[in-house]
């Protein structure tokens, strides 16, 4: 028998449509854009994060009926998280900071805020599959869009976006491209190649799974699913890579013989197409590995060890407040490093129990996921969190907006798609459930 579905109330936006215009806020809008007036968190997308956060927490106390028994460990990591940046920030403030560390401080307490609804939100408040597919789908149309601005950036030598005017936000007027070598690093809207390519390296697994599962347009996701590792390349650096490597491995264990073989040879042939097309492109890779120890920013990094080790020792536990270590100090390049010291140990453990718990729960959602369409996603979401996760190690994340909320967007997805496999682990029919919309928590047969 057929259980019906809840309904969304009329005219009222739900946590898909929400979480899209987050995405395309996020995604479409250079991160240079803020309002002006509101500095450091006047960008679009924070804004919207921060109100998310207020939104489910709003659903929480409106809502008339219990939510599913399903565990909610990637929530429960993500408050916890919150919770902690909120002891640390109590704490800084009766530290003898200087002034220029305050406004940083605020700004990051509500990124992280806002981060930690937007996980909340995603995790708890989805409660169709084929709306989460909507919006794995949308999520892999803005990388393939992004990917088609980040190719039509190196062919013409111009940013394009830099151009760009929108009533009420600052113009992005320090975007440009970066050379290495002879490679031209496209940045698509990031702030810099190298956020442009961990945004890319982390949306990539969903590319793959949206790809897999398209019927309407099929041949378009395939173009993106090659255009998209592709870029991921272009970008010329270390963070490109490793954490693109990593999440096309993490697919690849997931894929059958024959896809994998498939993949094998598409990655050959687009490795010889840009060796062809770009001489220099695979010795400039190359150098960068090969000639590390020379490297001025493996140096940097190497050094930051040291450096952390002397912040850390003066705020151990709670740190000198996220957001307040500033490069005027010293550029980490390394985002746990720079939580030890603004976090304190305890700010270090939130994050890695809340990268933990994502893990968790997309592993779960996996073995517990009968249709291969969903477990493809449930991989997705895995590959594209452990990117993050070492994205967090070869750059500050967090100080980016298009990264880590990217990062923090598929940690939310882990958790959704556990919620799935628990309440229908074997493609039971779904059974009806209080949803999130802009109208309030509605379950079956509400207005």
Same mark, same amino acid.
Request: charged share 10%; proline share 6%.
């Given at each position: 028998?057929?259980?019906? $579905? ?94 220029? =560390? ?7 307490? &509500? ?45 013409? $030598? ?6 760009? @005017? ?12 970066? $050379? ?9 809207? @990031?702030?810099?190649?190298? =956020? ?59 894929? @059958? ?27 400039? &890779? ?6 590390? @120890? ?12 040291? &450096? ?67 477990? =493809? ?71």
């Amino acid at each position: 028998m057929n259980v019906p $579905q809840p309904r969304r109330r009329q005219g009222w936006p739900d946590v898909v449509t929400v979480l899209s215009v987050f995405l395309f806020l996020l995604l479409a809008v250079p991160s240079p854009m803020v309002i002006t007036a509101m500095g450091q968190v006047g960008g679009p997308s924070t804004l919207l994060a921060f109100l998310c956060f207020l939104w489910w927490a709003w659903h929480q106390v409106a809502r008339t009926s219990p939510e599913p028994g399903v565990p909610q460990w990637v929530r429960n990591a993500a408050l916890l998280m919150m919770v902690c940046a909120l002891a640390s920030y109590a704490r800084s403030a009766a530290l003898p900071l200087p002034s220029d =560390e305050r406004s940083p401080a605020d700004a990051e307490l &509500i990124r992280i805020i806002g981060a930690a609804g937007l996980v909340c939100v995603l995790a708890t408040g989805v409660t169709d599959r084929d709306r989460l597919w909507t919006l794995v789908r949308r999520w892999a149309l803005m990388a393939g869009a992004l990917a088609t601005l980040a190719l039509v950036q190196v062919i013409t $030598q111009q940013v394009w976006v830099d151009r760009l @005017s929108v009533p009420g936000l600052s113009r992005a007027l320090n975007l440009a491209l970066v $050379q290495r070598g002879l490679i031209t690093r496209p940045s698509g809207t @990031s702030t810099h190649p190298i =956020e442009f390519a961990a945004v890319m390296s982390m949306a990539m697994p969903l590319v793959f799974a949206a790809a897999a599962r398209e019927r309407r347009h099929p041949r378009l996701f395939r173009i993106m699913s090659l255009a998209v590792p592709l870029v991921v390349l272009m970008t010329g650096s270390r963070t490109a890579i490793v954490c693109g490597g990593v999440a096309f491995l993490v697919m690849m264990v997931s894929w @059958s013989s024959r896809k994998r073989l498939v993949a094998g040879g598409l990655a050959l042939l687009m490795a010889v197409a840009l060796f062809v097309a770009l001489p220099g492109f695979l010795g400039t &890779i190359r150098s960068m590995f090969s000639g590390a @120890s020379n490297d001025p920013s493996v140096r940097s990094r190497t050094n930051s060890y040291r &450096i952390a080790e002397l912040y850390w020792g003066h705020h151990q536990w709670l740190g000198r407040g996220w957001g307040t270590f500033l490069p005027k100090y010293w550029v980490f390049d390394n985002q746990y490093l720079n939580l030890l010291v603004a976090g304190g140990v305890i700010g270090l453990l939130s994050l890695i129990v809340l990268l933990v718990m994502a893990v968790r729960s997309a592993v779960a959602a996996r073995s517990l996921l009968a249709d291969p369409l969903e477990r =493809e996603l449930a991989t997705a979401a895995l590959a594209g969190t452990l990117a993050g996760a070492f994205a967090l190690a070869t750059f500050d994340v967090f100080a980016f907006q298009q990264a880590s909320y990217t990062f923090f967007m598929l940690i939310g997805l882990c958790g959704a798609t556990l919620r799935f496999a628990v309440l229908a682990p074997a493609g039971a029919p779904q059974t009806a459930q209080p949803h999130l919309t802009a109208g309030g928590a509605h379950g079956r047969g509400s207005a």
